[in-house]
Structures are given as C-alpha cells and as structure tokens.
C-alpha cells in the first residue's frame, strides 16, 4: 500500500510540474564556425524570432547529451548556463565542447577520456537541448544540434583535397556569402604546398603553423555611384587579410587548424567578420586592430559597417597558404562567391479583395520584422469596434474576421484597419471598401 501510495503521489507531482510549465516554439540554430570540433571554441546562435517568446526574455541552455552539466538545477539554472541576448530576439552561447561538458561531472577523470567519447562512443546524437527560463516555467520544445564527426569523416575518406562548408548544417553549400558562416577544410594527405602534403609538413621538426594569406574580389558602389573594384592584392584599395609572422593575433587568426583525421580546417566566422579588421600588436595600435574598408569601431572594438556591406558585391575568396614564416607558399586558390538573398519587403493583402458587411474577410502580413511578434488587428466601421489576432511565424501571419457579426450589417462604405505588432507600434493602417450586397 505505502509503494503505491509513493508512486500515486510522484505521478500527482509530475502532473503539477507538468502542468506549472509552458512549451513555447524551438529555436533556428546556426553554429560559428560552420565546422567545428568538441575543442574548438564555437558561437551557437539561437534566433527565437518564431518561437512565441517575449522579446529580451532570459534564457538558459539545457543540455543533457553528451552529457548534463546543469543536472539537478532545473527550477534554477545555473549563470553558466545562461544565454547572451543580442537583441532582435537573438541569443548566443560560446563555449569550447570539451571544457563546457567537463564540469560538473564524474564519469570522464580527464578531458581526454571526455575528449574520446565525443570523438567515437556518442555516435550521431548530438546535443540534444531546451532552451528555459531559469525557474523552468517557461521551455522550448526538444531540440538537437548536430556535431560535425560525419562531415570532417566523410570529408577525409572522399579523397578531395578541399571543400567549403557554407551557411549551417543540413544546409551546407559551396557557394559562400558574405553573412553566413564558412568553414574551408583541406585534407591532410591530398593537399600539397611546395610538394609535399600538409601532413607531411606538419610531420616534419620545426613545423610551426600553417598560416592563409587571403583577400576578397568585388565591387563596391559609392553613394555618388563610383564603382570602386577590390581584388587580392597588398595595396589599397584592399580587402585582405595578410599572413604577418610578426603578429601573434594575425598568426592565431588566419591558420590552419587540425581538426582530426588527418583534416586542417581554416575558419572565416562570417566573411563580412572576417575581412573587416586586421589584428596588429599593441605598439602599432592602441586597440589591438586597425580596419579595412569593410569595418568601423563601435563600442570600443571592431564591427562590420552595414553602409559598405549593402553596396558590396563579392565575387570571389582568393587565398594562399603559407607554411612556417614563409618557408613554402602556395597561391593558386579562388573559390566564387554566392548571391545573398535580403529578406523581403512587408507584405499585406486580404481575401476575399471585394468584401460587404456580410463576408468573412482574412487579413494576411508576410515577411515581418524580426521582433514583431503576434500581431494584433482593429476594425473601426461607424460605431462598431472589434478585433483579433494574426497568428503564424515571421514569413506569414493571417487572422480572419466575421464582418456579419462585427459590423452588424452596416451600410457604411468602407472600414478602417489598424494592424500591430507585440510591441504596440502600426505596421498597417488602411481603409477596406465595402461592397453592396448585389455588386
């Protein structure tokens, strides 16, 4: 009687949990770099645009594969945990794998033995994830984001001597743009510089590093519509990163990185990051960095500048490698560039495009604004008011009304419609005609 009266009583407190929490939507995901490894340091973004949250809501990260570090502290996350807002219903955490996964754990007595387990027992799994308020009561659904094990595997076995990973996982392409993450991976055994294979460098006494000497090729459009050509070269106009074996902050920022199975990876972050500032040393530059054409200073450090960005067309990546401080280089690299789609313009429409007082109309919005949320709609007629809400995700909100029973039959020759975000700012505001019965 006492056992079932203990298991009675979980399922009741299971049920009051349950019942205390809220699911709201899953986040996109996007990881920077686009291929990474359990020991690199890697930005996972979680745009949470669609997925029902209050804008600038305080989230934290549960993770419970490969393993769980914040295990027990449900109804009060732990600030490791928490999530960086970036605005714009963005968050963001950078954390290295093998460091984050370490802590607060006691199967793994070293980094290595975790090392190994993420490298081969953890197979396909990924990080299986919900995103939370810190008591819990808020929760996105479950979600993964996959590791890269297959992508670098495959890579190395498929006997090509470089490929680009471009955008995110399940939607890598070779033809890279400006704003989203790339990653080039070069395999060890087939890519040569001077003769011999990378590996073959990397086996040798005194290897150092593998460093890329590397520029863009585009055209840039002055507001006064000069056409202004930018290509791989040391002289301005320039939009390079060079190889300087004098500046540790250059060295670290542009080598190679050996990633497993015998694979040098080479990460760009998001090219328009990459090809905007230029580490120096300290003497040269009190900041650390000096910028090119493509970057400005913004709270102390660099940033992208989004006026030379709009007007930038690229048309290829050109790159050499360089091993040592010069010792061998190759520069036969080019690889062209994609077309960046801009998220379209606002769009709004209704159906039926003639309606009388006695229709039922739908209002419909496409493309939103990032941060509008649930939009809300208003229809004024003479003395009749009444509302409701457009519902959807960012690409399309709809939300329909029954003017027979709104409207009353009103022999007024037009509406007024007031469309608003979750913010309470007018994003349409229009006068709908009213048809007669017979027309």
């Known amino acids: 009687m006492k056992k079932h009266t203990i298991v009675t009583l979980a399922l009741l407190l299971t049920s009051v949990v349950a019942f205390a929490q809220e699911e ?22 979680f745009d949470m645009a669609d997925a029902g949250l209050t804008e600038g809501t305080d989230l934290y990260w549960w993770v419970w594969q490969p393993l769980e570090p914040d295990a027990g502290n449900w109804d009060n996350s732990s600030d490791f945990a928490k999530l960086e807002y970036m605005g714009d219903n963005m968050y963001k955490k950078t954390f290295v794998p093998v460091d984050y996964f370490f802590q607060n754990q006691d199967r793994f007595a070293t980094k290595d033995e975790l090392l190994a387990f993420m490298e081969s027992d953890w197979g396909e799994a990924g990080y299986w994830s919900r995103l939370k308020t810190k008591d819990g009561s808020l929760q996105s659904g479950v979600f993964c984001v996959e590791h890269n094990r297959t992508e670098i595997a495959d890579f190395a076995a498929s006997g090509a001597a470089v490929q680009l990973f471009a955008g995110q996982k399940g939607e890598y392409t070779e033809k890279w743009v400006m704003n989203k993450p790339l990653s080039i991976l070069f395999n060890g055994d087939v890519q040569t510089v001077g003769g011999k294979t990378l590996n073959e460098w990397a086996a040798q006494g005194g290897f150092k590093y593998f460093g890329t000497h590397a520029g863009l090729h585009g055209f840039y459009t002055t507001p006064d519509d000069e056409v202004i ?122 159906f039926p495009s003639k309606v009388c007082s006695k229709d039922i109309i739908t209002f419909i919005r496409q493309y939103n604004g990032r941060t509008d949320g649930e939009l809300t709609w208003t229809v004024t007629c003479g003395d009749s008011e009444f509302g409701g809400v457009m519902d959807g995700n960012r690409d399309k909100r709809q939300g329909s009304a029954n003017l027979l029973e709104g409207l009353g039959g009103t022999t007024e020759k037009s509406m007024h419609l007031v469309v608003k975000n979750v913010k309470g700012a007018t994003v349409v505001e229009t006068d709908i005609p009213l048809t007669s019965d017979d027309e």
């Open 229 to 350: 050509e930018y290509d791989f070269n040391d002289n301005p106009p320039n939009l390079n990163q060079q190889f300087n074996v004098w500046r540790p902050g250059c060295i670290e920022k542009t080598s190679l990185k050996n990633i497993g199975n015998g694979v040098w990876r080479w990460n760009l972050m998001l090219p328009q990051e990459y090809f905007c500032y230029n580490p120096v040393n300290l003497d040269e530059d009190p900041r650390g960095y000096v910028l090119t054409d493509m970057g400005m200073d913004q709270n102390g450090t660099w940033a992208v500048n989004p006026d030379f960005t709009g007007s930038f067309v690229a048309e290829s990546i050109k790159f050499g490698i360089v091993v040592n401080d010069w010792e061998n280089a190759q520069f036969d690299f080019e690889f062209k560039a994609g077309t960046a789609e801009p998220y379209p313009d606002p769009s709004f429409s209704f």
């Open 24 to 45: 709201v939507g899953n986040p996109k995901v996007y990881t920077v770099p686009a291929v990474f490894y359990p020991t690199d340091e890697v930005t996972f973004y």
